[in-house]
């Protein structure tokens, strides 16, 4: 199966089906079974947590022939054309998109009218910080005599960048990144479903990788599953993700610590001929640095908050204890400095 017919196939479609987002989830469901809706909601986070499909999702709530219910049938006539975009009365605009300027025109049209078919007409507009001034004025004054039945969602990866004249009229709520756990417990299932086996290090490795998105950790998924083999091990996503193994980190820390820099530079030239992408790189050995400051610091107390196997803990305990605090600072600074000249 492709990258794309999984995320396709895995698309939320009910609040309880998106990872993560609790909170967010929680209120808009009651939110759609009460009635009490906001004119305005600006949903704000990184790429890939779940704006627009749980915009989609309470779009569909509202509108369900089910309604008011505090999660959407997904059989009846109005959810089946919202979840195939063709719905008249649920609206999307792509800020970013080069259509933008036409749809900020429909924005501008359509913004006064009560819906036709829906019990809410619902406008969705996706990096919404893009629009232009023109279509931004049409829906401050919008907002600020909000017509009945009418609500916007607005999905921003840059919420500072909106007027406060904008902001204080929405209910804003920051969608977070997932943490590494929730991905991976959101991969596994789907593996489950898939019915396919995996070893728990390759799930970790994809989820790592991910950073937060599960949009991204899909779309790994799909393409290491698209290598068609029955189970998915680490080894395998390690080569397709072209990985820094731990050990070369371990390896790292040994011609560091020897100060054997002819070392240094000879395993950094491996590291760039097997192709390993170096932003991934300098994240890691970032991330590493940081752990065996913490470790160094609170010792075994920090443990928790590290997501470590018991063998790379034990491996990161030692290693913290042959470096001064103040090198393995130094270092960690420099790397995020490198990092951000990638
Ligand atoms: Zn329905």
Redesign the pocket.
Known sequence: MSAANLTAKYRPKIFAEVAGQDAVKAILSRAAETGRVAPAYLFSGTRGVGKTTIARIFA?ALN???APTAE?????Q??RQITAGVAPDVIEIDGASNRGIDDARRLKEDIGYAPIECRYKVFIIDEAHMLTREAFNALLKTLEEPPARVTFILATTEAHKFPATILSRCQHYAFKMLPQPAIAAHLEKILGLEAVDFEPGAVQLIARRASGSVRDGMSLLGQALAFGEARLVEADVRGFLGLAGQDVFFALMEVLHSRDLPGVVRLLRQVLDQGLDLGFFLRELAGCWRNMFLLRQAGEAALPALELSAEEARAWMDWAGRFEPAYIHACWQMTLEGQRRV
């Open positions: 569909k369900c022939e089910t959407p049938c997904n059989q009846c109005h959810c």
